[in-house]
């Protein structure tokens, strides 16, 4: 009982920061991707051909967030676009206030159109800290199975897009997209998927598109959360 009372207090302290932050961002027009799947799924690598594809099209920046270790910061820097690492020394998730004590990092980083924090790899803590993103993206790469959806339902239902990582791999795979394409409609209606590989780039221009779409729609004043689809793409 005691722990549960706690676990209450603690979300409701991480929303209130969130919804301060969420204010911050609406006023700045800034769109706020927060990414989320298991440890190895692609977050950093999908990152590093996504900066590599916005180069001198938006103002991005990152925070990364991982338990120990500065490699996904590292990784990432070399886009040109501002990264902080943060490092949450055990937690299997972000919270509201790491990234407020960021804000500083990202308003020093001029008027931006997209910010994305990669959350620490787990498809359970994060789900539920309200980070004051648009979007909670999730990712599930193809050597994780096609029951993901069904064993975590809650992120995949929270998540506002999905993507399936890894489709490269699908040939040495006993993996199928139908299975996992009806498991995730299953757990979230509607929701749309991007099938990617980000070694091949097949599927990357659908979700460009995606993030553009985000981006266009925040400067007039709305959020767009896509349509009922799944996207195979072509190379991006
Ligand atoms: N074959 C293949 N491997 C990938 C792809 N994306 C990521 N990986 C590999 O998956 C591993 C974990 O990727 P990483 O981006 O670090 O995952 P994260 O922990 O979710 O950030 C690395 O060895 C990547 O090279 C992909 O599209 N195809
Ligand atoms: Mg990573």
Same mark, same amino acid.
């Given at each position: 009982?005691?722990?549960?009372?706690?676990?209450?207090?603690?979300?409701?302290?991480?929303?209130?920061?969130?919804?301060?932050?969420?204010?911050?961002?609406?006023?700045?027009?800034?769109?706020?991707?927060?990414?989320?799947?298991?440890?190895?799924?692609? =977050?950093?690598?999908?990152?590093?051909?996504?900066?590599?594809?916005?180069?001198?099209?938006?103002?991005?920046?990152?925070?990364?967030?991982?338990?120990?270790?500065?490699?996904?910061?590292?990784?990432?820097?070399?886009?040109?676009?501002?990264?902080?690492?943060?490092?949450?020394?055990?937690?299997?998730?972000?919270?509201?206030?790491?990234?407020?004590?960021?804000?500083?990092?990202?308003?020093?980083?001029?008027?931006?159109?997209?910010?994305?924090?990669?959350?620490?790899?787990?498809?359970?803590?994060?789900?539920?800290?309200?980070?004051?993103?648009?979007?909670?993206?999730?990712?599930?790469?193809?050597?994780?199975?096609?029951?993901?959806?069904?064993?975590?339902?809650?992120?995949?239902?929270?998540?506002?897009?999905?993507?399936?990582? =890894?489709?490269?791999?699908?040939?040495?795979?006993?993996?199928?997209?139908?299975?996992?394409?009806?498991?995730?409609?299953?757990?979230?209606?509607?929701?749309?998927?991007?099938?990617?590989?980000? /070694?091949?780039?097949?599927?990357?221009?659908?979700?460009?598109?995606?993030?553009?779409?985000?981006? /266009?729609? =925040?400067?007039?004043?709305?959020?767009?959360?896509?349509?009922?689809?799944?996207?195979?793409?072509?190379?991006?």
């Amino acid at each position: 009982m005691v722990k549960l009372d706690v676990r209450a207090n603690v979300l409701e302290a991480n929303d209130k920061i969130a919804a301060r932050l969420r204010q911050e961002w609406r006023g700045r027009r800034t769109v706020v991707i927060n990414l989320i799947s298991s440890p190895g799924s692609g =977050k950093t690598t999908l990152l590093e051909h996504t900066l590599a594809r916005l180069q001198s099209r938006l103002r991005v920046a990152v925070l990364v967030g991982d338990v120990q270790t500065d490699n996904d910061a590292r990784r990432l820097a070399p886009f040109g676009f501002p990264v902080r690492q943060i490092v949450t020394a055990g937690d299997c998730h972000l919270e509201a206030h790491l990234v407020e004590r960021h804000l500083q990092f990202v308003e020093a980083a001029g008027g931006l159109d997209l910010l994305f924090i990669e959350n620490v790899g787990n498809l359970v803590c994060p789900t539920d800290y309200d980070l004051g993103e648009d979007a909670k993206v999730v990712l599930l790469s193809t050597t994780e199975g096609e029951d993901k959806p069904l064993k975590y339902p809650a992120i995949f239902h929270r998540a506002t897009a999905a993507l399936l990582t =890894k489709t490269d791999l699908l040939p040495h795979l006993d993996f199928s997209l139908e299975l996992v394409r009806h498991n995730l409609r299953t757990v979230h209606p509607g929701v749309p998927l991007f099938e990617v590989s980000a /070694r091949t780039g097949v599927g990357l221009e659908a979700w460009l598109d995606w993030l553009f779409l985000q981006v /266009r729609a =925040k400067c007039s004043g709305n959020t767009v959360t896509g349509g009922d689809r799944h996207v195979r793409g072509r190379a991006g």
